[in-house]
């Protein structure tokens, strides 16, 4: 994401993708910036200790980017299908694997090389059915 990634320390976040106060989410050992369409995730022990970051999310589901992808990547056209998205996934030999235990709205995809999840949408409640509604970095297989 423009070269961003989860060692990148909030203020890093800030500079390259924008923001302000409204998209931080504060806690005393948990930070959570949301910056539109990408999400960037921290924590740490005590309130007197760095921020260490855990993850990163790409919400696909909101496809309003920050200024800075939009501006890198040009317009997004609308939704990502998974089967468009595990088309790409195949033909570069990176394949998903479907994860047991969601509920029937939700369907959730491994690729185990980047431990990236993948959560499409499976019943109508979360959106349309066959639509990618988050990517997850790194996340570690449940099975």
């Known amino acids: 994401m ?4 989860r060692t990148w320390s909030p203020e890093r976040a800030v500079a390259l993708f924008g923001g302000d106060e409204s998209g931080e989410n504060r806690h ?4 959570w910036y ?5 999400e960037f995730f921290w924590d740490r022990a005590r ?10 999310s790409v ?3 909101r496809l309003a980017p920050a200024p800075a992808l939009a501006e890198r ?5 609308g939704a990502v299908t998974f089967a468009a998205l595990a088309a790409e996934l195949d033909r570069r030999s990176a394949g998903l ?3 047991p235990g969601h509920d029937d709205n939700i ?10 999840s993948v959560l499409v949408v499976a019943g109508g409640y979360h959106g349309r059915p066959g639509d990618v509604y988050r990517v997850t970095s790194p996340v570690y297989s449940r099975s």
């Open 2 to 5: 423009l070269g961003a990634d």
């Open 59 to 61: 919400q696909a589901r």
């Open 47 to 56: 309130g007197d200790q760095p921020w260490s970051g855990t993850h990163f």
């Open 34 to 38: 949301d910056f539109g369409l990408v």
């Open 107 to 116: 369907r959730e995809y491994w690729q185990a090389a980047s431990a990236t």
């Open 73 to 77: 990547y040009g317009p997004f056209d």
């Open 28 to 31: 005393r050992h948990q930070l």
């Open 97 to 99: 694997v479907e994860e």
